[in-house]
């Protein structure tokens, strides 16, 4: 039987009086792509958080890697790797610097940590900038030193909050290309939050769509499609399960602009 890697029951988070989340249950098998999709406010960003035990949920549970986010949210955090969608990477530091300060913080042994340093510079295709500040670095490295980040100490689990908001197309496929790799490579498994329907079509084994806090529908891409139509496309799933299209999302400009401000702050 297929490893379980994410078991989810009834989770749920409030913000006062609005259900961010409202008692979402789902599963996924070990090296599995699964993508939460859904406009800004379905509820995706607070799941990712309550997996990640970056928020406590309101009830409900859920089983990392085997670890309760409640009752050990410690050892969830030893199995998991998390891309927020702010920016985590620091400009004023080399993208190895980056690296080893991330390998400390996991408490990585030194020998080990130089290994791992070189290994994930090299697979996301980084190794030529790696003694480069931050600061100089395209948004699309960036974004590719951040996962690198996120797996220096070889998850079970890598969480993806939105991973390609803000790039420009060619960065995008460069991404996408690189999570296909690592998904096929070494079978980690893998969460998306995206609004992108090319983006859940392409990288997705599993799309949960989201609406208004509830998961009104979950299956493979290719079967959700096939459930309304032989020309079916995702935006049609969508439309068909939740009464409306997914026109949320920050504007590329918007976040290009964030980003930026971020990356240079200081």
């Known amino acids: 039987m297929d490893e379980v890697v994410i078991d989810v029951c009834g989770l749920t988070h409030a913000y006062d ?10 599963q996924v098998k070990k090296g599995t792509v699964l993508g939460l999709l859904g406009p800004n406010g379905a509820g995706k960003s607070t799941t990712i958080k309550m997996l990640t035990t970056l928020l406590p949920p309101t009830s409900g549970t ?12 410690a050892g969830v955090r030893q199995n998991i790797g998390y891309v927020p969608q702010l920016l985590s990477a620091d400009g ?17 042994e030194r020998t080990f940590r130089e290994k791992r340093i070189h290994e994930v510079l090299d697979f996301m295709g980084l190794k030529e900038s790696a003694n480069q500040l931050v600061n100089n ?14 797996l220096l100490h ?30 096929e ?35 493979a891409p290719k079967k959700l499609k096939a459930k309304i139509g032989p020309d079916a496309t995702l935006n049609d799933v969508f439309v068909h399960f939740t009464g ?6 920050d504007s590329y400009s918007h976040v290009k602009q964030t980003r930026h401000a971020i990356t240079h702050r200081g």
């Not at 670095?137 to 980040?149: N, P």
């Open 92 to 108: 004023d530091l080399t993208g190895y610097e980056n690296l080893m300060l991330s390998g400390k913080l996991y408490g990585l």
């Open 62 to 73: 859920a089983r990392i890697g085997g670890f309760d986010i409640v009752q050990n949210p």
């Open 154 to 183: 070889l998850p079970k689990v890598l969480f993806l909050d939105e991973p390609t908001l803000g790039l420009d197309p060619s960065a995008r496929q460069v991404l996408w290309h690189r999570i296909q790799i690592l998904r």
């Open 185 to 219: 490579r070494y079978g980690t498994t893998i969460l998306i939050t995206t609004h992108d329907m090319e983006e859940a079509d392409l990288l997705c084994d599993i799309v949960a769509i989201m609406h208004l806090g509830h998961i009104v529908e979950m299956d």
């Open 244 to 249: 409306t299209s997914i026109k949320g999302g």
């Open 137 to 150: 670095y395209s948004g699309g490295m960036i974004r590719r030193l951040e996962i690198a980040q996120a």
């Open 17 to 26: 009086s609005f259900l961010a989340v409202n008692s979402i249950s789902f």
